[in-house]
Nanobody, 116 residues
């Protein structure tokens, strides 16, 4: 089992920046992917960005060029640098992982609000 703890988030003005972090613990050797999803009120949860242990990355079209996902060497921490924030980025952001056995775990979520 893998446990995920998110940090960061908060309130930022449009055009500003925020940084989210997610720390994984437990059976991190079994991790295949680590990533960020988000869910806005009344909408489905969606992929924001994801990185594999081999450093392959995937981004939602809506955040390409503005958000950057990064990882540490141990593949136990990921960060999401969010620049040029827009009001439509407002959502609860969740860290998610998948193991090579296709088990998944989710963090508790952290609120990001972009508003003037």
């Amino acid at each position: 089992q893998v446990q995920l703890v998110e940090s960061g988030g908060g309130l930022e003005q449009p055009g500003g920046s925020l940084r989210l972090s997610c720390a994984a613990s437990g059976r991190i050797f079994s991790l295949y992917t680590l990533g960020w999803y988000r869910q806005a009120p009344g909408k489905q949860r969606e992929l924001v960005a994801e990185v594999t242990r081999s450093d392959s990355t995937t981004y939602a079209d809506s955040v390409k060029g503005r958000f950057t996902i990064s990882r540490d060497n141990a593949f136990s921490i990921i960060n999401l640098q969010m620049n040029s924030l827009k009001p439509e980025d407002t959502a609860v952001y969740y860290c998610r992982c998948r193991t090579y056995g296709m088990e998944e775990s989710w963090g508790q979520g952290t609120q990001v609000t972009v508003s003037s």
